[in-house]
């Protein structure tokens, strides 16, 4: 059964070992996904797998066969950019870039999540159906993704935006 990535269907590789990001970059030549630390710890490779966020690094591709992979190049529509990205734009929400697409994948999966209710450790009320986004709960989500260069103000204002029903587009609530 093949995997689909950024809607298109490709086979999963013959060597169990090959991770998603390896198959991402290495053999289907998307650079979006980073290899950051390549540990699970900084957040670069993230991907959304079936909607949820997951790290590419500490995935096999094996994994995954048959089910559906969002990488950044597969969020923009034709000529127009997925609402978080104008947003990471408008907000100088990057720097260096490199830690960009991740960031952005994981903020729209942290979104789903709060959307169906699952909190986070700050989470004031965790019988909440819905979590409201507030910037201390934004920073709480993303602390898995790391930004070196200090545009994590720009991410925050960026995701919240975006999210938090400022702009149109999107809302957590």
């Known amino acids: 059964m093949p995997i689909s990535i950024n809607g298109k269907a490709y086979d999963v590789p013959a060597d169990a070992r090959v991770s998603l990001l390896d198959l991402l970059r290495d053999r289907l030549g998307l650079p979006g996904t980073k290899k950051g630390c390549n540990q699970g710890a900084c957040g670069a490779c993230t991907v959304l797998v079936d909607g949820s966020r997951i790290l590419s690094c500490l995935a096999l591709a094996v994994q995954y066969e048959g089910r559906t992979v969002t990488t950044v190049e597969g969020l923009a529509t034709g000529d127009g950019l997925h609402p978080l990205q104008e947003a990471f734009v408008e907000r100088d929400g990057f720097q260096c870039g490199?830690?960009?697409?991740?960031?952005?994948?994981?903020?729209?999966?942290?979104?789903?999540?709060?959307?169906?209710?699952?909190?986070?450790a700050v989470t004031a009320d965790v019988a909440r159906r819905a979590i409201e986004l507030t910037r201390e709960e934004i920073a709480e989500r993303m602390s898995g993704n790391l930004c070196r260069c200090g545009a994590h103000n720009g991410i925050v204002d960026a995701i919240a935006d975006t999210f938090a029903g400022d702009r149109k587009g999107g809302s957590a609530r």
């Open 98 to 120: 490199y830690c960009t697409p991740g960031q952005i994948l994981s903020a729209i999966g942290m979104a789903a999540e709060a959307v169906r209710g699952l909190p986070s």
